[in-house]
Nanobody
Framework: QVQLVESGGGSVQPGGSLRLSCAAS????????MGWYRQTPGKERELVAS???????NYADSVKGRFTISKNNPWNTVWLQMSGLKAEDTAVYYC??????????WGQGTQVTVSS
């Protein structure tokens, strides 16, 4: 069992920055990966960035060079540092945890709005 608490969403102007945080509790030793996904109305949820226990990182092409994912050690938290934000980054961002054995847990989502 894993519980996730997300924070850091908000409203910013284009070009601004925001830092999302996802704190996990529970069977942390079983975590294989943590990541951030986002979803806008009418679209499927899509990967933004993910990081594995061995620090393998994946980014969506649309955010590469602007977003940075990181985690602490011992591992219980993942952060998404978002810079150079664009209007198209507006979405609800969800934290996702995958355990060894492929069990999946989702956070409640946090709204990110980029507008002038």
């Amino acid at each position: 069992q894993v519980q996730l608490v997300e924070s850091g969403g908000g409203s910013v102007q284009p070009g601004g920055s925001l830092r999302l945080s996802c704190a996990a509790s529970g069977r942390l030793f079983s975590m294989y990966s943590m990541g951030w996904y986002r979803q806008t109305p009418g679209k499927e949820r899509e990967l933004v960035a993910s990081i594995t226990r061995d620090d393998t990182i994946n980014y969506a092409d649309s955010v590469k060079g602007r977003f940075t994912i990181s985690k602490n050690n011992p591992w219980n938290t993942v952060w998404l540092q978002m810079s150079g934000l664009k209007a198209e980054d507006t979405a609800v961002y969800y934290c996702k945890v995958v355990l060894f054995g492929a069990s999946v847990y989702w956070g409640q989502g946090t709204q990110v709005t980029v507008s002038s």
